[in-house]
């Protein structure tokens, strides 16, 4: 008995002692440091936050865009959180530094985008010892499950997450789950939702009713047609008083109603409105004095709008709130004529971006009209293409008038300027044409055959002067070899030096109206400085993915698809390994107007403080 009484005692005493030792609210069990102190662990906070940052830097993501969106272009993003979940073991200071960087930006990647991937594609098939050949199971919807489980038994864990993002398959298809697990993340900004949830789908109601009113600090969100009885409510019901962005597309709404629900939310700063909305005219953009007015912005984008024309943006900036914030516009098949654009930055001071998409079938007019003129503009995209039906191509006299603006001087900030026109560089580097009687052309006027020669040596001379040495790429004066070819006066192959106006570095963005898919082409102006002496340059026009594999000190990386939707490795240069594997998606040039991870679930793994859960979602 005495022995047995005993053994019942310890039992006893150390259930006692079990409470006591619980620290943040984490469980024993999960404890497993190292009792031994070490200079790392007084390292400051800042220092760990920084040093944590390089071991998974896609926790520094604070950006607003989905999964797919904000990838990383190279390395392992479920490795990095494996690593970074490893450091939190390491001690209590640097596990309290480590979690709130795992924690506060969330991504449940669906594979490694490495090597590891092969292995852990195996052991997903191998259920049962009789089963060598069974359907694997998604890991990214056991993530979600495990990450769950993990924030709603730790409130101190789901108060550290502000995002949270997933591929598309899983929010399509893990409704129920996601909803069970924004319900507990109170300071959620961003979570990547549903195609249903934006057009008010029924099967998304329970996740939108707690979205709606667990989640107080969205900053974002998207309303499209079908969502017009949701977003009418948001004028009553005073939720997401911090949101920041907001997508409006093809909403049937009263102007009034519109007002009313934009002046609910006194933190937005950014609107992409459009789709044919029937409430997007020039009232809406007037200022009234029975309704609310339409909220000062930083960025604004209005797409498929015909009915907005330059008055309505010009009314709505005549407002000293608006103008004075407002720093990026795109237009995108808008009522917003070419022409027009001038009003429009006469009245922005301080717009800094300016992109504009339009499709046109008459020519640019030909009466006089004022330069485009702004001394705070930075980047503009002018993206004129000809209508398909128009039988002569006529943007190329819009891109005259963009060509008069920049040599005119009248956008002294500009850096970045897109164009649909190949020729647009040659505009900017016209040379002028010889005096009458300049040696050469007989005292007269230069006759056929002269003129077709002095054009190809003018040619060739701007093109060697342009792409200069194989080192530089460069000019920084007449070329000596082109100079002794060249019969026409040495002042007309300096003409074509960088253009008058020109007064700060510009990239040239260009391309062919006739192969939108096609990569931009990069065309780099260098104006001369009186400061330090240094003579004015132009690079040659060459494809943008040759600049930027010149410029990078990385060798170049092969990548070859498996037809499984993964990439073979491929052997790379001398004294390297294979390169490529089941990473690495490049940005692609595209259309558009600027051009611009991942362990299993089956293995085991040492759990941590951190959390119920966290070794496997992260993992």
Known sequence: MGFLKHIRSRSKLKNQQQPEAQVYGYNTQFNNYSSRPTAAGFLPPNVLNLLFSYVCPHTLDESYLSSEESMEDDGCMLCNIRDLAHCAMMNRAWAEAAEKRLYHSVRLDTVHYCEREIELSEKRKHHKKFDRNGDPKDPTQQRLKLFSQTVRSNEYLASLVNLLKMPYMTRESCKADLARTVSVLPNLRFVDLPDGFFSGDASTHTLRQELQYRCAEIRKMKYLSGAEGSFTQLAHSRMWQNLESLELSGLQLDADVLLYVLASFPALRSIKIGGNMSCLTDEVMTPNPNLPPFPPLTRLSIFQ?????????????????????????????TGVLAQELHLVLATAPRLTHLSVYESITKAFPISPVPPLASHALRSLALEILPDHHSANP?????????????????????RECYAYSPSLPDLLFSPPLPPFGAPGSGGGPMDPSAQVMSSRFSTLSVASSRTGSSSTNSFHGPSSSMSNLNPLPSNFSRGRNVPPGVRSPLALYTKSPAAPELEWSLTTIDPPSERNGRRGSASATRPLSLVMNERSSSPSRNVVGNGFGGFLAVPGQEGEGAVGSYGGGGSGSGGGLLSPSKSSFGHARKQSRVGVGMGEWMG
């Open 394 to 414: 006529v943007s190329e006299t819009y891109y005259n008038y963009l060509a008069s603006s920049l040599l005119s001087g009248a956008l002294p900030r500009l």
């Open 305 to 333: 709008a015909p009915s907005l024309t330059a008055q309505g943006l010009v009314n709505y900036l005549s407002r000293p709130e608006t103008r004075e914030v407002l720093a990026s516009l795109e237009l995108n098949t």
